[in-house]
Nanobody, 118 residues
Framework: QVQLVESGGGLVQAGGSLQLSCAASGRYADLYTMGWFRQAPGKQREVVATITGGGSPSYSNVVRGRFTISRDSAQNTAYLQMNNLKPEDTAVYYC????????????WGQGTQVTVSS
């Protein structure tokens, strides 16, 4: 079982920055690929960025160059630094820990609201 605790959402003006954090605890937490997904009202949940246990990042095209995902393996915490935010980035952001490639489970955080005003 892995528990995910998110923090860092809020309200920011367009062009501003926010950093999201996701602390993972539980057995084998360091083996999971961690990621951030988001869901805007009326839309499907979409991947934003992921990072493997080895630290390899991957980004969606809409955030590449503006968002940076990182991971502190010692703290089992993933971060999403979001710069140059746009109103279309407004969504609930969910942390994810995916261990399915290693025969483990898939876990979600509770979500944190990010609102970007124009």
């Amino acid at each position: 079982q892995v528990q995910l605790v998110e923090s860092g959402g809020g309200l920011v003006q367009a062009g501003g920055s926010l950093q999201l954090s996701c602390a993972a605890s539980g057995r084998y937490a360091d083996l999971y690929t961690m990621g951030w997904f988001r869901q805007a009202p009326g839309k499907q949940r979409e991947v934003v960025a992921t990072i493997t246990g080895g630290g390899s990042p991957s980004y969606s095209n809409v955030v590449r160059g503006r968002f940076t995902i990182s991971r502190d393996s010692a703290q089992n915490t993933a971060y999403l630094q979001m710069n140059n935010l746009k109103p279309e980035d407004t969504a609930v952001y969910y942390c994810n820990a995916d261990g399915r490639r290693r025969g483990l489970d898939n876990y979600w955080g509770q979500g944190t609201q990010v609102t970007v005003s124009s």
